[in-house]
């Protein structure tokens, strides 16, 4: 027992090194998080889905992206009541789609800092160790991200420490670098984030 909660300090001190020029580099912005609680008009909705690639948005019928959207707004706000009104299926936590960052619920939700709807997502069947890839705006490519990094960035160790307390990989290596220079590659995972 006292093992794991060494661990758990050491990748708290490991990871948290200048953690706000890591945000920099990651490219993390922490006013995406700081949204009103709000509903999502249809015609954002609709703005959101068309700007989805095509491959994207042939298998993902309209409805449920609208679903999973405001999930997403929900998340990052920190809405637990509404987030769960929607009962989202397993497969719809897991779903990774263009909005924003093409990156998961929990990984938003851990990024911002939303404790109660990080254990709700873990509690409905999110993949603590779910990898995924985005585009940040700068043209940087992030090939196999996980909630874990995007917690880490997140400085919230409350978040941290669930996602470690429910086998979340703090080892599982992200790769970054720059749209079509993939030989400029670094490579980093949550206790490591380049700075």
């Given amino acids: 027992m006292f093992h794991k909660y060494l661990k758990i300090l050491a990748i708290f001190f490991v990871g948290f090194h200048d953690i706000g020029s890591a945000n920099a580099k990651l490219g993390f912005d922490p006013d995406s998080c700081v949204l009103a609680d709000r509903e999502a008009s249809p015609e954002e909705v609709k703005s959101a889905y068309s700007d989805m690639p095509k491959s994207k948005k042939y298998s993902i019928d309209p409805a449920k992206f609208a679903k999973i959207y405001r999930a997403l707004l929900y998340a990052k706000s920190g809405n637990l009541r509404n987030l769960s009104a929607l009962r989202l299926s397993k497969s719809e936590i897991n779903e ?28 409905r069947g999110a993949n603590v160790n779910m990898r995924f890839d985005y585009i940040y705006p700068a043209g940087i ?22 996602l470690h307390r429910h086998g979340a990989n703090f080892f599982l290596a992200e790769d970054m670098y720059p749209v079509g220079s993939p030989e400029k590659k670094i490579s980093f995972n949550a206790t490591n984030v380049p700075d």
Wanted: proline fraction near 2%; glycine fraction near 6%.
């Fill in 96 to 123: 990774q789609i263009k909005i924003d960052d093409s990156a998961t619920l929990l990984a938003w939700s851990a990024r911002c800092g939303r404790l109660s709807i990080v254990k709700y997502l873990i509690s």
């Fill in 141 to 162: 490519f992030h090939s196999r991200s996980t909630a874990a990094i995007w917690g880490v960035s997140g400085e919230n160790p409350k978040v941290i420490a669930e």
